[in-house]
């Protein structure tokens, strides 16, 4: 999968079925990553994913089930982004569009 582009993730989020809970730490836990991202100046895709897990895990040194909890949100991210791409309708374009000429 290339890069992520889900800016209507709090959104997506907010209507999920998720339990408020998890709506929370999944927004904490996105955050923090798409800040890992930018200040990387890396985009959001799988690798930048992984590298967010393993640093975290390396300088939070977190409990199993915190990293697990990470990995979920970033799961779910990725998951929703995917059926929000799917679901956007397919741009097209006209054929009197594309026929005309510039007129200046």
């Known amino acids: 999968m290339n890069q ?12 999920s079925g998720l339990g408020e809970g998890h709506k929370r730490t999944y927004a904490i836990t996105i955050r923090w ?5 930018r200040r990387g100046r890396a985009p959001a895709d799988h690798q930048s994913a992984r590298d967010f ?20 949100a970033i799961r779910w991210f990725f998951r ?7 679901s956007r309708p397919a741009t ?10 510039p007129n200046g």
Request: charge should be negative; hydrophobic fraction near 40%.
């Open 92 to 101: 097209t374009v006209s054929a009197d569009w594309a026929s005309e000429t």
């Open 4 to 15: 992520i582009e889900f800016p209507d993730w709090p959104q997506r989020l907010a209507e």
């Open 80 to 86: 929703s982004a995917k059926q929000a791409s799917a």
């Open 53 to 72: 897990i393993a640093w975290a895990e390396q300088t939070k040194q977190p409990e199993p089930w915190q990293l697990e909890s990470w990995r979920e």
């Open 33 to 37: 990553y798409l800040s890992f991202c």
